[in-house]
């Protein structure tokens, strides 16, 4: 049992995982509708950024984190990750019993909500645009659909370089040549920290969805009650890179961390051997 | 004895460490001075990248890594990350028995070699650029220098987008405003791997200084004479992060890796405790 990597037990924890510091944003999301609930956090540092690799490989890690986490004993999985909610959330929830969450779904569900003229915009890494996950479901609402990939704004945000020259540079490259659309998914976990750049660059008349919040709903609702505890829930942080290192990125991105601990990626591998 | 992880038995190794792939532009220029030689390349890719990573932070992991490759019974020591050689190249000389060489000496040896007019610039990430190792060494031989930091480039480079529109955009950014140089120091292994797209950027008039070239001759100069073998060396490459990702990455940016090794980086991070 991994259960005894655990810095100190948990009750009923629920595990989220990203390839980095981005699934923070899910996370922040989650404890302002579920503050008494414990969380294991897995951030996949050693192997950031997911959005470029091959989707079969992106569903390898992706098992091997979600197994992990189940022999940690968490109640369910929230996957923080666009990329690895598009490669790898229909396989997992087919093989695992516990409740699994993805980003993209709620994000599709909001922005259909959301939009007036049916023209939706999703932006997102290499990876998710490529699998074609938004786009198929949204068109399956009867929705247009505008879709680009943005492979440098990760590295914006993990470089703290949020809201600088650099980035709106890019972000008016990536940008500009949008089509008519009132409604931008943001779609991957770590561009709601450039909430504020991104909607100088669209203007106020484009509405931006983050998923992280229709997620948290959606993940409340099935989990039952809050534990009526009086304490705030725990949070461990598992990182496979550098645990110095992730509580300096997460300090730069101005996001608060728990308790860190290393957790070698040779782990998680192990478990990836089906 | 970490030497019992090497796959099989090296001859008398030359060590060779990077944060990621960028080192490996540095391998391949000590490839052709010295062919028969065995080598074991470190890319610490699950602390990937250094540069924007506090100075003391990057020179514990410099002694945990060169620490690391002594066990393994190298001859000397390559710090092929300019960032790493800012940072520790001095404590770490003074602390290990064996050679260790960086790559800012050679390059700024080069670039006094080659300037015609004394006005030399130099690129690299926040870290090399915030140590001042560059300019001090500079201003040091009576050259007026032109400092910048390019913390975006290590990623297009990683993302395989050399020559991008992203790449242009960012290397209009960084070098439009510069001063009158003749010489330009690529103060970071990833650089090389951009050369062309800088050259253009800056112009004929300008001549780019990789330090790899010059690296690998003091090397050559002070390993003695190359083994007088008929078979080629054999390279062993440790990396930190998922090594299917290492192998993925360097083909990205077309260089070959030979024997990949998974290595955890808690193995690093307990060799760093003095």
Redesign the interface.
């Known amino acids: 049992m991994s259960e005894k990597l655990l810095p100190y037990p948990l009750d009923r924890p629920i595990g989220i995982f990203d390839s980095g510091v981005g699934g923070l944003t899910v996370l922040k999301a989650l404890r302002r509708k579920l503050p008494h609930r414990d969380f294991v956090y897995l951030g996949d540092?050693?192997?950031v950024p997911y959005g470029?690799?091959?989707a079969a490989?992106v569903a390898e890690?992706a098992y091997g984190i979600t197994e992990f986490l189940r022999q940690i004993g968490v109640e369910g999985v929230v996957i923080a990750c666009n990329t690895a909610s598009a490669s790898a959330l229909p396989e997992l929830a087919g093989h695992f019993s516990i409740p699994i969450w993805g980003v993209i779904e709620p994000g599709v569900e909001a922005a259909a909500r959301l939009t007036r003229t049916g023209r939706v915009g999703v932006i997102g890494t290499k990876g998710t645009i490529a699998s074609g996950a938004y786009q198929r479901r949204l068109e399956r609402r009867g929705l247009t659909v505008w879709a680009q990939d943005c492979?440098?704004l990760v590295?914006?945000v993990e470089?703290?370089?949020a809201g600088s020259?650099?980035c709106d540079?890019?972000l008016h490259?990536y940008l500009d040549g949008r089509a008519a659309i009132d409604t931008l998914i943001l779609g991957c976990t770590h561009y709601p920290l450039l909430h504020d750049a991104i909607q100088r660059v669209v203007g106020d008349s484009v509405t931006l969805v983050d998923s992280a919040e229709s997620l948290a709903q959606a993940v409340n609702g099935s989990m039952g009650a809050d534990p009526p505890a009086a304490a705030p829930g725990r949070i461990v942080h598992f990182v496979?890179?550098?645990p110095?290192?992730f509580a300096?990125t997460s300090e730069?991105i101005g996001e608060v961390a728990g308790e860190v601990v290393?957790l070698?990626?040779?782990e998680l591998?192990r478990l990836q051997s089906r």
């Open positions: 540092t050693a192997r470029r690799k091959p490989m890690f492979p440098m590295h914006i470089e703290g370089l020259p650099e540079l890019l490259h496979t890179g550098d110095l290192a300096h730069v290393p070698p990626v040779t591998i």
